[in-house]
């Protein structure tokens, strides 16, 4: 059975309003660990050879920086709804180097929700992830299924 | 310095053509691992809990295979050439569950290459991912900055 119920259906989003989500600290050695495993470009992972790059030094993999977006929305919104499953996740913008010792702050606003009738949502939303000097790193869509209690 | 050199510029690309990338074997544990991380939602993380959901076992993070394929596509085509940056992902579509055991294959076709003047060329790719039975099980558009000796 869904581990720690009773979770909110569909209707209980808050349509029209952001959630704030929490925040994340970006080491060093996360970049590095995340990168060599799944984005192992010298500019994710090594951070003598970053400063010869545009960037001047090391820099978060994008899918790393998607992923914390990700971790904060299952900790602050996902984990409790009766998510059924994400779909689609569109126009990802990594608008703003992501660097170590950065504090990332995650939103995510509620747009459209549209019962399928068979007892799900499907829930259109759009996130970001500033830092903390109010830099917009990343912006997306997300399309989930949610449960829903209506028509 | 950049590791590894030379490496290829935009010009080398092959426009038109899908760059197959390899494989990558899903493990129940790689599931679990990547999904306490990143995205602890039940169905990612609790193989008895996932049993009872609608997909009827653990299926991997939508987080995770994004992963997977820019793991491929980096060991496969990012690094042999000189890449700036990863500056937008798009229309990610998780079109069928990837479970314990899956194997994928990615594919990277190379769309449109388009010199900035100033020693970049803007890059539109469309990657996907197929399980071992054939079917896509990810679909997305992916844009990146690759250094060019053109205009």
Same mark, same amino acid.
């Given at each position: &059975?869904?581990?720690?119920?009773?979770?909110?259906? +569909?209707?209980?989003?808050?349509?029209?309003?952001?959630?704030?989500? #929490?925040?994340?600290?970006?080491? =060093?050695? =996360?970049?590095?660990?995340?990168?060599?495993?799944? *984005?192992?470009? /010298?500019?994710?992972? *090594?951070? +003598?050879?970053?400063? =010869?790059?545009?960037?001047?030094?090391?820099?978060?993999? #994008?899918?790393? @920086?998607?992923?914390?977006?990700?971790?904060?929305?299952? +900790?602050?919104?996902?984990?409790? /709804? *009766?998510?059924? +499953?994400?779909?689609?996740?569109?126009?990802?913008?990594?608008?703003?180097?992501?660097?170590?010792? *950065?504090?990332?702050?995650?939103? &995510?606003?509620?747009?459209?929700?549209?019962?399928?009738?068979?007892?799900?949502?499907?829930?259109? &939303? @759009?996130? @970001?992830?500033?830092?903390?000097?109010?830099?917009?790193?990343?912006?997306?869509? &997300? =399309?989930?299924?949610?449960?829903?209690?209506?028509?």
């Amino acid at each position: &059975m869904i581990p720690n119920p009773p979770r909110f259906t +569909a209707e209980q989003l808050p349509v029209g309003e952001a959630v704030i989500l #929490g925040s994340h600290s970006v080491s =060093e050695a =996360e970049i590095i660990r995340f990168a060599s495993e799944w *984005d192992s470009q /010298y500019f994710h992972t *090594d951070p +003598a050879a970053a400063r =010869e790059s545009c960037f001047g030094g090391l820099i978060a993999s #994008g899918l790393h @920086t998607l992923s914390i977006f990700q971790r904060l929305a299952v +900790a602050g919104l996902f984990n409790h /709804y *009766d998510v059924v +499953a994400g779909t689609e996740i569109r126009e990802v913008r990594f608008l703003h180097p992501v660097r170590p010792g *950065d504090v990332l702050v995650g939103a &995510m606003h509620i747009g459209l929700v549209e019962n399928d009738g068979r007892g799900r949502a499907a829930v259109v &939303m @759009t996130g @970001t992830l500033k830092n903390q000097h109010g830099a917009v790193v990343l912006s997306l869509q &997300m =399309e989930a299924l949610i449960a829903s209690s209506g028509e």
